[in-house]
């Protein structure tokens, strides 16, 4: 009666998370450092962009984006990227990344690859949604680890030759969620080479690219054009979530070859849902303003330093890249993360939950994600508290 390709999906972390943790009690004040939802203040300005078009709650949004939305994209990956896109031809508004990164699979994944069932590639461990869409259009998810041996970014090179023939997409994050890892344009350079020899597809998913340390991050897209690729070999997805601090505003965007997007666009005509106007109005302005985003940035940078002074000196910790996410070495993370709870209060993700086991093998079962989005004195808080428990 139900489809059987969704049977054997591991249940969605959260929901799990709750199943191991709510049956006890806290051991202390509690500090959710699981969801990576972003708790500094978003720009003030805000409330008048919504205020000043309340009218356009009143009409049907455009599908593919006001002009005004498309064209603050299109100049801030100028500004961004050094990459000139066409606004109405090359990007799709998204609601959030999520969306993009499930409905591109069905847009753009093809029936059969080489007369063969096709792959779609993924890093082990991932953002859940790759697996669902891989599975949603009846191709085979490879799951490849990215773990430290590897530089917590999937090694795709290593897949064997009949795998990456039959490979249509390979989902790709960076910087990466759980490690803060990011790829390099030597990284990106390798890839893209990959993928132009093999003729599949990269969907880059970049929502954590404007936190970061000291330099940018490059963009896929950036060295594909860099390079000359073909143009429709990368697809990148951006929200305003982490960069502007607005999870709820439900605001992104995809770009990239203008197949690609048309595809994308009409598959949004018939399932997607586009962003209310005055919405819209709010991403223009987020988009063409990065003042609020430099702001942001220096408050992730002290959270970097606050950190590193906690865990310098615990064997295995890696100092994140990029992102707001801790990567922390444990004995077992399930164990870890109920401990903690049990004994502090604070909440944090076991590892495992966010990858797939391959050959009797979980990467990150030996690891927690810790989500630095707290104000400082309560992410402070929570990791001392952590350190204690955990670490001694």
Known sequence: MFPERFSNLPEYAFPRLRKLLD???PGGPVVHMTIGEPRHAFPAWVGDVIADSLEGFGRYPPNEGTPEMQTAIARWIARRYGVTVSADRQITPLNGTREGLFNACLALCPETKGGKKPVVLMPNPF???YAVAAL?????????????ETGDLPDYASLPPEILDRTAIAYICSPANPQGAVADEGWWKTLIA?????????FADEC????????????????ADRVGAHPERVV?????????????LRAGFAAGGPESVARMKQLRNYAGA???MPLQAVATRAWSDETHVEENRALYRAKYAIADAIFGDVPGYQPPQAGFFLWLPVADGEAAALKLWQETGVRVLPG??????VDGVTPGADRIRVAMVAEQDEMRDGLTRLRACLYG
């Not at 949603?136 to 430290?148: D, F, I, K, S």
């Not at 990148?236 to 709820?248: A, E, Q, T, V, W």
């Not at 495992?352 to 086991?357: G, I, M, V």
């Open 127 to 129: 953002y859940q949604v």
């Open 194 to 202: 990959l993928a132009e020899r093999h003729d599949f597809q990269i």
């Open 23 to 25: 049956v006890h009690a």
């Open 208 to 223: 954590y690219s404007e936190l970061y340390r000291d330099r940018p991050p490059p963009g896929a897209l950036e060295v």
């Open 236 to 248: 990148i997805f951006h929200s305003l979530s982490k960069r502007s601090n607005m999870p709820g």
């Open 274 to 276: 586009p962003l209310p």
């Open 352 to 357: 495992a939950y966010l990858a797939r086991a």
């Open 136 to 148: 949603a259009v009846g191709a085979e998810p490879v799951y490849v680890p990215a773990t430290a």
